[in-house]
């Protein structure tokens, strides 16, 4: 599959969507609390995006049935919303969204605690953020999909965490996953050479324990494979002629 540039005007509305997204992560981190289902945190995520007039990336994807994808603790991603599901003080939880405007996506991720959580946790949490934002530093036009695998990998690896090896970022445009992939640990391939125009989702799923991972039985949930912790950090990214643009931001809201 060929890694596809997108337009001016395909990047604007990608932009949008990418608006619009976080201002529903804006909206879902709120509701972060003990004692929110994650249904409820489901019905939150679908409502703002549908008030923009946008249509959720993930729902009915594959046959996912939901809008949100809501990852406690060991799960990893892909968790499916539940009304039986709450979140307690001290867990940690994922929360990965996709927009689609005007027939574009956006797909971001961020994990929070739930009231007070543990250093250990805590830690988790920020330097899973912390990778994503040393792969961005790689996303110049001229390096290669490595550049970005390898920052994220060597910059987790050193402060002992474990990167995910089953799941991978992705190109993203008119469809949520496009070529190429982004993975978060080094092959030895350089991979392909990146060009003003790709749009790619980033998105370190880093591990406390073993980066082995498995499936629950509703075939999506993603576990880690050894029950410990596991946090996800996502956003859309533009690879442009300087800096790279993270697409997936809007204005006063942070990142
Ligand atoms: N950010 C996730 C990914 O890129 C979202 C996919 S969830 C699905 O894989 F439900 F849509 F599959
Ligand atoms: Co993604």
């Keep these: 599959m060929a890694i596809l540039i997108k337009s001016e ?14 201002l529903t992560h804006e909206e ?36 996912y049935p939901a809008s949100i994808c809501v990852s406690v603790n060991d799960e990893v991603v892909h968790g499916i919303p539940s009304k039986t599901r709450f979140l307690e003080e001290g867990d940690i939880v994922s929360l990965d969204a996709g927009v689609i405007y ?8 961020r994990t929070y605690g739930v009231g007070e959580i543990s250093t250990e946790a805590a830690d988790l949490i920020r ?23 390898k920052a994220i990998f060597n910059y987790v690896s050193s402060r002992g965490y474990r990167a995910v090896r089953d799941l991978v ?6 469809s949520l996953h496009e070529a190429p992939e982004v993975p978060n640990f080094t092959r030895m391939m350089k991979g392909p050479k990146l060009r003003p125009g790709m749009t790619l989702a980033i998105e ?12 629950l039985s509703d075939d999506w ?13 996502e956003n859309t990214v533009l690879i442009t002629e300087g800096e790279p643009e993270i697409l997936s931001k809007a204005e006063g809201i942070e990142l």
């Design 127 to 149: 330097v899973t953020k912390e990778s994503f934002f040393e792969g961005l530093k790689a996303c110049r036009a001229g390096n290669h999909i490595n550049d970005i695998s």
């Design 28 to 63: 879902l981190k709120k509701a972060i609390k003990p004692g929110i289902s994650t249904y409820e945190i489901d019905r939150i995520g679908e409502e703002v995006i549908r008030s923009y007039g946008c249509i959720p990336s993930f729902l009915n994807y594959n046959g």
């Design 221 to 233: 949930t993603v576990v880690t494979a050894d029950g410990a912790l596991s946090a996800h950090y």
């Design 102 to 109: 005007q027939g574009y996506h956006s797909d971001s991720a």
């Design 204 to 215: 370190p799923m880093i591990n406390i324990g073993t980066y082995e991972v498995e499936w």
């Design 169 to 174: 970022g992705h190109g993203v445009g008119a």
């Design 9 to 22: 005007r395909e990047i604007e509305l990608m932009r949008e969507a990418g608006k619009i997204l976080a």
